[in-house]
Nanobody
Framework: QVQLVESGGGLVKAGGSLRLSCLASGGTFSRYFLGWFRQASGEEREFVAAAAGTGTITYYSDSVKGRFTISRDNAKNTVYLQIDSLKPEDTAVYYC???????????????????WGQGTQVTVSS
């Protein structure tokens, strides 16, 4: 079983950047398929990005493609989400999630993931 802890959220102005981190413990990190989701107040949790075990295969939602970059450092048991050109509509709680497989065909749904972090708040001011 893996435990996930996100960090790096905060209050930033539109146009700024943030790098979110998710530190994993309790499992063999490279054997997990990792995803980032976000949930705005009153909205459903939505898929943002995902990375396979090696980190060489990545996926993004259309709404963030080109501004968000997912990466992972398996030596540090950490997955990152670099967010550039932040917009007020990016305001949400960002969650890290994991599937106990290094590669996954299904990764866009909340139910595809078995493990979740507690989330980190990102607030973008206009």
């Amino acid at each position: 079983q893996v435990q996930l802890v996100e960090s790096g959220g905060g209050l930033v102005k539109a146009g700024g950047s943030l790098r979110l981190s998710c530190l994993a413990s309790g499992g063999t990190f490279s054997r997990y398929f990792l995803g980032w989701f976000r949930q705005a107040s009153g909205e459903e949790r939505e898929f943002v990005a995902a990375a396979a075990g090696t980190g060489t295969i990545t996926y993004y939602s259309d709404s963030v493609k080109g501004r968000f970059t997912i990466s992972r450092d398996n030596a540090k048991n950490t997955v990152y989400l670099q967010i550039d050109s932040l917009k007020p509509e990016d305001t949400a709680v960002y969650y890290c999630a994991a599937q106990p497989t290094p590669f996954a065909w299904r990764y866009r749904r909340r139910t595809d993931y078995e493990y979740w972090g507690q989330g980190t708040q990102v607030t973008v001011s206009s």
